[in-house]
């Protein structure tokens, strides 16, 4: 009688700490899928901004001088609830350099 209580105590611990090891796995996963996310926009934010200014330099011969040209000419929309956007052009005939950062990183 007393071993059958230890195998049922034994088997609910075993099963608690394996739920617990389930969840714990399953915040880890959905904690680094939301960053992968956030990286991601980043990145197509910063591929459409490059594309944009390479449009300006193909049709006028200059690169933009700032965003609210690309944003003003050439129809550019950003979400800059979400993310930063450093654009940076040194001199109109070399490509500007573009920098995007999520906000909440």
């Known amino acids: 009688m007393y071993s059958d209580r230890a195998k049922k105590k034994t088997g609910l611990i075993v099963l608690i700490l394996i739920l617990l090891l389930i969840a714990l796995l399953a915040v880890l996963c959905f904690g680094h899928s939301?960053?992968?996310?956030?990286?991601?926009?980043?990145?197509?934010?910063?591929?459409?901004?490059?594309?944009?200014?390479?449009?300006?330099?193909?049709?006028?011969?200059?690169?933009p001088p700032d965003l609210e040209y690309l944003e003003n000419n050439y129809g550019l929309q950003?979400?800059?609830?979400d993310y930063y956007v450093v654009y940076d052009c040194f001199a109109s005939n070399l490509p500007p350099t573009i920098r995007v950062i999520a906000r909440n990183a």
């Open 34 to 63: 939301g960053r992968d996310v956030s990286e991601e926009g980043a990145e197509a934010i910063r591929e459409t901004v490059r594309r944009s200014a390479l449009q300006c330099y193909v049709v006028e011969g200059v690169y």
């Open 78 to 81: 950003i979400n800059t609830e």
